[in-house]
């Protein structure tokens, strides 16, 4: 069975563009998750969904980050506009909530904001 | 405090060696346990769930102690390719992932 599946796997671009990430979460996982990682502040949880509803936005930096999950098997992580700081690994981990079940990570996307 | 701590190490080990690591948590309520390791620019993923009785996984045992609230992670016969950092995991409440910030482990030849 495929795990989670993330796109682009890097992605460099200058400050002030719009980056968009996507994420195929394994399927009948109900739940999604974005996280950021940095070496300064290790593994972030930006955004969390249930059934494709957003529950816990709280790690969502600010205004310029946005997440959508319009279906099951797909979700975007958006930053409008970019900045330098932005510069990070981003994960997307599925699992499957009810009974306590691990997450399972994709590759992640590797963003550089020039 | 932080909710999940763990040592940074690194540990340097030579081969063949049995090295633990501990993780202690403080939400005493927390059910589900995990250990994940993370190679370097590369996904956490999942080494193994921690069971109440205990679990083990070929060269790999890990063991929880609600009481003393930590878990603890046993690598036997260690390899060049066990060398990764390992973050202890806890599931508080729903959804809450709570994530150590890991600890780096060096097998030397």
């Known amino acids: 069975d495929a795990g989670v599946i993330q796109s682009p796997r890097h992605e460099v671009t200058e400050m002030g563009q719009e980056v968009t990430l996507r994420c195929k979460p394994i399927?009948?996982?109900?739940?999604l998750f974005w996280y950021r990682q940095t070496m300064m502040r290790g593994l972030e949880l930006l955004i969390y969904?249930?059934?494709?509803?957003?529950?816990?936005d709280s790690g969502m930096p600010e205004d310029r980050f946005s997440a959508k999950m319009p279906n099951a098997s797909f979700s975007t992580l958006k930053i409008q506009p970019s900045e330098p700081r932005d510069s990070a690994v981003y994960f997307c981990a599925s699992s499957f909530v009810q009974g306590n079940q691990p997450q399972h990570f994709g590759d992640g996307t590797r963003l550089s904001i020039l | 405090r932080k909710e999940v701590e763990q040592d940074p190490g690194p540990f340097n080990v030579p081969e063949g060696a049995t090295v633990a690591f501990n993780c202690t948590y403080s939400?005493?309520?927390?059910?589900?346990f995990f250990w994940y390791r993370q190679d370097c620019r590369k996904e956490p993923k999942l080494l193994m769930s921690v069971y109440s009785s205990g679990n083990e996984d070929g060269r790999f045992t890990a063991q929880l102690n609600r009481a003393s609230q930590y878990i603890s992670l046993l690598i036997r016969d260690s390899k060049l390719s066990d060398s990764a950092t390992y973050l202890c995991v806890v599931l508080s409440g729903t959804y809450k992932y709570i994530f150590g910030t890991g600890t780096r482990l060096k097998v030397l030849a």
């Open positions: 399927s009948g996982h109900n739940s």
């Open positions: 939400n005493s309520a927390s059910q589900s």
């Open positions: 969904f249930n059934n494709n509803v957003p529950i816990d």
